[in-house]
T-cell receptor
Framework: SAVISQKPSRDICQRGTSLTIQCQVD?????MFWYRQQPGQSLTLIAT?????????ESGFVIDKFPISRPNLTFSTLTVSNMSPEDSSIYLC????????????FGPGTRLTVL | QKEVEQDPGPLSVPEGAIVSLNCTYSNSAFQYFMWYRQYSRKGPELLMYTYSSGNKEDGRFTAQVDKSSKYISLFIRDSQPSDSATYLC????????????FGGGTRVLVKP
């Protein structure tokens, strides 16, 4: 079965720094998304990663804080910039188009703690 | 008010019992309904996917959608300790692969 991987799986960072999270899929997919799951909360969509163009951000999320790249059909990155403790969350990528289906499959997540 | 409401639990049941989970929603445009299972420190795993109203069965899992009541359910028969996880409902207006709106998740504990 197709695999979605994320790097790093977890990290502890200092406030004011930035972290780039990678999402890699082992087959081409049509769509990629980035979600945030704050402690004890459900998933909130940050943005849709568009291949070859700027990401589409949801209300409350901006490109300066969460720049996203998607250079091809199997890879995307999310950067969390100028981090504060409120950014401590699990960040998840999801993809559409695996196994010729139109449903979303999620990566294992990146657990971020900001001190 | 949240678009999708889900009782956070925890819901504790004995092994072998039927687990009953549900979500209510307010957006009548939702047409695609999904249930995900999330184990601790893992990403959500798709369990069931239904379109519009009706029932769908897959092994021990049954999903029901009642659009007239804006209410969806997931039933797990013959529950096992390995079913202990958080169950998230998710919905979309345009397609299952587009923007998903999630419920808050229900934590389920199946006791041996």
């Amino acid at each position: 079965s197709a695999v979605i991987s994320q790097k790093p799986s977890r990290d502890i960072c200092q406030r004011g720094t930035s972290l780039t999270i990678q999402c890699q899929v082992d087959s081409q997919v049509t769509m990629m998304f980035w979600y945030r799951q704050q402690p004890g909360q459900s998933l909130t969509l940050i943005a849709t990663a568009n291949q070859g163009s700027e990401a589409t951000y949801e209300s409350g999320f901006v490109i300066d804080k969460f720049p996203i790249s998607r250079p091809n059909l199997t890879f995307s990155t999310l950067t969390v910039s100028n981090m504060s403790p409120e950014d401590s969350s699990i960040y998840l990528c999801s993809v559409v188009g695996l196994r010729f289906t139109d449903t979303q499959y999620f990566g294992p997540g990146t657990r971020l703690t900001v001190l | 008010q949240k678009e999708v409401e889900q009782d956070p639990g925890p819901l504790s049941v004995p092994e072998g019992a039927i687990v009953s989970l549900n979500c209510t929603y307010s957006n009548s445009a939702f047409q695609y309904f999904m249930w995900y299972r999330q184990y601790s420190r893992k990403g959500p795993e798709l369990l069931m996917y239904t379109y519009s109203s009706g029932n769908k069965e897959d092994g021990r899992f049954t999903a029901q959608v009642d659009k007239s009541s804006k209410y969806i359910s997931l039933f797990i028969r013959d529950s096992q300790p390995s079913d202990s996880a958080t169950y998230l409902c998710a919905m979309s207006a345009s397609a299952a692969g587009n923007k998903l709106t999630f419920g808050g998740g229900t934590r389920v504990l199946v006791k041996p």
